[in-house]
């Protein structure tokens, strides 16, 4: 090992990372092995908006206003784990000094799909008289109409509705980026990243219900950038 400058070795620090399509939280735990380099592993949660998803507005005499996603069925959140590898290519001996240098990541993903429940009008017999009422309804590959017709559909339901029916699906994430610390032999970790993330599953991640013009996709490929904070010890 070289340890030339080392005075701590280890670190901890919080990742609030921002994308294209989402945002995410990520704990990170690394072992400082050279002036120049530092294994991590980190763990993070996130959610990831496809960039066809447009908000609608819609005002009806029973629901009142509401918005909704048309089309849309499920809400996509990332549970990932992962290596990963700093590596500093300037010289990193200066107390508050600038290290610039590069990281990268590989590990599993676990797609997380909360159902997605819109308020829908509808028509039901009530004291022997047909009257419109709102239920909320999730998709469930046989209500089509529900999610596409708009005339019908008064907003969305709470976004707390259906936690507790979410699926999983496992697959692959990783990123690359640029790293750039400030102070980077102090004892707190302060730093950016940016660059680029992706998430890959075995097939498809149903964020649509799917059409000739809509299809849902199984890789997601993003433009990240990272602010990372926490503090280094012995």
Known sequence: MDWKGIIYKQEWSLDLRLHENGAAIAYNSGKIKAYNKTNYYQVELGFTKDPREKTQSRISNIGGSGT?????????FNL?????????????EKRRGV???????????IALMKPYYIDVIEVEIIDNQMRPVLNSVRYDGENDAQFLNVSSISGRSSFLKGFDEMSVRAGLQGKIGAHIAMGAFDKYVKAFETGLMFDVYPSKIPIFIESEAVKNNRLFVRVYFNIQLGSRKN
């Open 99 to 109: 290290a610039v240098g590069y990281t990268y990541e590989i590990g599993p993903s």
């Open 80 to 92: 990932r784990a992962g290596v990963g590898v700093k590596k500093y290519l300037s010289e990193k």
């Open 68 to 76: 909704f996603t048309f089309g849309k069925i499920n809400s996509f």
